[in-house]
């Protein structure tokens, strides 16, 4: 998959608002640039607008006001084929009935093109996602694997010069999902098309975004690298949904810490002074292969019985198992000032 087929159109958002109703809008004027040949991930919890922002991009939901550019041209009211966007489903919405070539094909036989030239163009694809050989084969008779490699030519078919995909790993068992995950970030780099990915997974964003865009309630909290993300978190909101951070209130704000950034001491242990740190006692100890995941709470505070641990501290195992801890144990939770990120209010 050398040759390109089809120019990369970087996307726009225009203070794009969906309201299915009279409630709080579920897109509330968001503002967004997708570079063209770009991998951006929409990331949030259920319900903050991810899927609504991809199905208007791709014209299966209309739009209450705002515009969506692609490649500077306003696409907001075209129907959905003549738009320059292919979609990949969660399930690939592949038919079951129809071999994986004709499924591939089946679009250029809407748009009325003769089966001959459908075909050879379909097995091309086929080909190029490495499926040439099953092409015969119907979905029931592929692997989730090959089933989503289908999907993926099914969508390229039309050229499409952005490919919106809508939790497209999430029906996949965990193994399969990390094999073709690598093998999206793969497609995505080689067929240089923009790609914009719903996930609910932090995990996945991570490993497959040159650019996030996390969501709450509508709107867009952050858009930035996976590193920015993770370590600029700009909001609690951000730093908690993303994970792997303490949240610590030092009485002049909010600040985020990682939790492989603190150290736990002993209560013996001698101080260092130039740290800040917190008294703990120790609540859990998960043991997670290369480290181990302690639970900890401030001391002096009582946990409610639904609350997990108020902190947590990644110990790598070497250094657990040097000075290893156990649930009870009092000590202190330290870390250096500049691994403390402040959060916005
Ligand atoms: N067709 C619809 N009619 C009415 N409300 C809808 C419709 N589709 C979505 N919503 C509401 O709009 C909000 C955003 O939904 P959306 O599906 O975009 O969220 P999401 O982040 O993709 O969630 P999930 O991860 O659960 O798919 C939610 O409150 C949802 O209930």
């Keep these: 998959m050398t040759t390109r087929d089809s120019q990369p159109a970087a996307i726009e958002l225009v203070a794009l608002t969906k309201r299915y109703g009279p409630g709080a809008a579920a897109v509330d004027t968001i503002d967004l640039h997708v570079e063209g040949g770009s991998y951006c991930c929409l990331l949030g919890p259920s319900g903050c607008g991810k899927s ?3 199905r208007m991009i791709a014209g299966h939901e209309s739009v209450t006001s705002g515009d969506i550019l692609l490649a500077g041209k306003n696409i907001t009211d075209l129907p959905a084929a003549a738009r320059g966007t292919a979609m990949m489903f969660q399930s690939f919405a592949l038919f079951p009935h129809l071999s994986a070539v004709d499924n591939v094909a089946f679009s250029l036989k809407m748009r009325g093109v003769a089966r001959g030239e459908r075909r050879a163009r379909a097995q091309e ?30 969508a390229l078919i039309t050229r499409p010069r952005a490919l919106l995909l809508d939790e497209p790993l999430s029906a996949l068992d965990p193994f399969l999902r990390i094999q073709m995950r690598a093998e999206l970030r793969r497609w995505q780099q080689e067929l240089g098309l923009t790609f914009i990915h719903v996930t609910h997974s932090q995990e996945e964003a991570m490993a497959l975004a040159d650019r996030m865009v996390v969501m709450n309630h509508g709107a867009i909290e ?8 993770y370590n600029r978190p700009a909001s609690e909101f951000v730093a908690r949904f993303m994970g792997g951070h303490n949240i610590i209130d030092t009485g002049e704000g909010k600040v985020a810490v990682r939790c492989d950034r603190v150290q736990i001491l002993a209560d013996s242990s001698p101080r260092d002074a130039t740290q800040a740190s917190i008294p703990i006692v120790v609540t859990d100890v998960e043991y997670q292969g290369t480290h181990v995941l302690l639970g900890l709470q401030q001391q002096g505070k009582t946990l409610t019985t639904h609350a997990t641990a108020e902190f947590s501290a990644m110990v790598p195992e070497a250094a657990f198992v040097d000075a290893p801890f156990n649930v009870g144990q009092p000590g202190v939770m330290q870390w250096r000032p500049e691994q403390a990120h402040r959060l916005a209010a």
Excluded at 222 to 229: D, H, M, N
């Design 222 to 229: 952050q858009v930035g690298t996976p590193w920015e993300i």
């Design 125 to 154: 694809l086929l080909e190029r996602v490495a499926m040439g050989h099953l092409a015969e084969r119907k979905p029931g008779e592929l692997s989730g694997g090959q089933q989503q490699r289908v999907a993926l030519a099914r």
């Design 52 to 54: 609504t922002t991809l």
